[in-house]
């Protein structure tokens, strides 16, 4: 028999539970779908676009290897799907289609019209949990219900897991060569804004597992002293490879237990620490599944719809500019802009200050993030916003608010980050470097092309908490 698989989020030949069920029922085909309307509509960066397509060119080069054609087909919206692939599959002789879950609003919706339309034509479908180690769903509170705080979540995520959860499954053995050619990949496509993506990610499955091992053998064990300071590199930068699914979520966990001989929460702290973020990755899908409105725009804390967030082109310019007169909040919009990626750290501290000091809705910093991350997510991005804007689970309260100023001093203490994306600050002293025009409306005379403090800290930040504050009374 004949089996189409439908590669999405899951752009790999290794570890693929999709690919490897379907290649064990019989002959594959697979297929990758370019959909230029819905990406537009989920503000799908250039940067993370132009990834994804080079990576589909090298699993096409890598299933060519195993007689597996991969096909390339332009369906503009989610909507489309269904059809073309029914069409493809008829044309093909294709018994059944093969894909993993994916668990956004719209993606869920594209996925049961597939199924329907493959069930009246009497095909089979076929879904598996591949992008997730646990299924969502599985793992609830006592009463049922599901998860909204973190750490409970993981205590009954480690509680459930079994070794066979995180065991990465089989490769597909190479197959009689069938008689269809595989199309062209539109790489050019979509050209990146920022530079060097290929280097530091080269788009392909065996470059991903060089950097885990090479993380995992030499740096995670220091991971949790070194994962706040943006000037190391302290964390992995795995995120490109695993959003485009180039990795699994199963090779990066079985990699990190192994390393720490099979536990979990206990055992070297840098391997724990490391394991725990990729629960809070999988935290995050979880609560796509159970609450779909923060799919749809909405606040996970319902209430917070109602606070009257400001607008403000000007300021809204200068933080999307790294313009702010913060020199560590200017210093990673630059570098997110430059190279599509923002150290975590920084991305709480952007994401805080916009929603927080600046007040402006912390929708406008999620789909600025979404626009140039080469890592862009909507669980991880949507969850990381909301618990920075205290709108979100488990979110930061909402009088708790960074400081950038200490931020700075703290995480970046001789300014190393800060002299390389805010060049025209490089020659100032670690102590003036953190704010160099505090208190000052301009230097208009003075050495340093450097705007002052666009906002005052300690008011704006009585602004935001009365604001929250008012929504109780
Ligand atoms: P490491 O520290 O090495 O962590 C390993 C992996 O764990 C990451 O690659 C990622 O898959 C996962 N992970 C780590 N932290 C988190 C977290 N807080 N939430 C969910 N998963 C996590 N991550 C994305 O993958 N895509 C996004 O669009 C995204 N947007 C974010 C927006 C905001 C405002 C915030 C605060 C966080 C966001 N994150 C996002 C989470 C986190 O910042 C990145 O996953 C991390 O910086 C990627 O770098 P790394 O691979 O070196 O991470």
Redesign the pocket.
């Known amino acids: 028999t004949r089996q189409l698989v439908w590669f999405r989020t899951d752009i790999r030949a290794e570890d693929n539970k999709a690919l490897y069920q379907a290649s064990q029922a019989g002959d594959v085909v697979g297929v990758y779908l370019i959909q230029p309307g819905q990406w537009a509509n989920h503000d799908d960066s250039p940067n993370k676009l132009f990834f994804s397509l080079s990576c589909v060119a090298s699993l096409q080069q890598r299933l060519a290897k195993l007689n597996i054609p991969l096909l390339v087909k332009e369906a503009v919206y989610y909507s489309d799907s269904a059809e073309l692939l029914l069409n493809l599959a008829r044309s093909l002789e294709c018994q059944g289609i093969w894909f993993n879950d994916e668990y956004g609003v719209n993606e869920q919706n594209r996925d049961r019209k597939v199924i329907e339309a493959f069930d009246a034509a009497g095909l089979s479908s076929h879904r598996f949990t591949d992008a997730v180690l646990v299924e969502p769903g599985r793992v609830m509170t006592g009463k049922g219900e599901a998860f909204k705080v973190f750490t409970p979540f993981k205590k009954a995520v480690y509680r459930h897991l079994r070794p066979e959860d995180w065991m990465p499954c089989p490769s597909p053995s190479k197959q009689t060569s069938l008689d269809i050619a595989s199309d062209p990949v539109p790489v050019d496509r979509y050209t990146p804004t920022a530079s060097n993506i290929l280097e530091r990610w080269e788009p392909d499955e065996a470059s991903a597992h060089k950097c885990l091992n090479d993380f995992i053998e030499s740096r995670v064990q220091r991971y949790a002293e070194q ?1 706040d300071f943006p000037a190391l590199d302290g ?5 490109p490879w ?2 485009a699914g180039v990795l699994s979520i199963r090779q990066c966990f079985d990699a990190a237990v192994c390393a720490n001989n099979g536990e979990l929460d206990s055992g070297n702290a840098g391997i724990t620490c ?1 394991l725990g ?2 629960v ?2 999988e935290f ?1 899908k979880h609560i796509l599944v159970a609450f779909p409105r923060v799919s749809m725009h909405r606040p996970f804390q319902v209430e917070t719809d109602k606070l009257s967030w400001r607008h403000d082109s000007a300021l809204q310019e200068a933080w999307e500019s790294g313009k702010t007169g913060f020199p560590l909040v200017d210093a990673a919009m630059r570098q997110l802009v430059a190279t599509g990626w ?3 750290r920084l ?2 501290v952007t ?1 805080m200050f916009l929603s927080k000091n600046l007040m402006l809705d912390w929708r406008i910093g999620e789909r600025f ?2 626009r140039h ?1 080469v ?3 909507l669980a ?2 949507n ?3 909301q ?2 804007a205290s709108t979100g689970t488990d979110a930061a309260p909402y009088f708790r608010m960074f400081n950038p100023v200490s931020q700075s001093e703290k995480f970046d203490p001789d300014g190393t980050f800060i002299r390389t994306w805010v060049p025209e600050l490089a020659a100032l002293d670690n102590k003036a470097i953190h704010q160099p025009l505090k208190g000052k409306t301009g230097d208009l005379f003075g050495a340093l092309d450097y705007p002052a403090p666009i906002v005052d800290h300690s008011a704006s930040r009585q602004r935001v908490i009365e604001a929250f504050k008012g929504l109780r009374s």
Request: aromatic share 18%; charged share 20%.
């Open positions: 994962r964390t992995s930068s795995l995120s695993l959003v490391w973020e990729l809070w990755r995050y923002m150290h975590n991305r709480m994401a993030f979404m991350l890592d862009g997510d991880a991005n969850g990381g916003w618990w920075s």
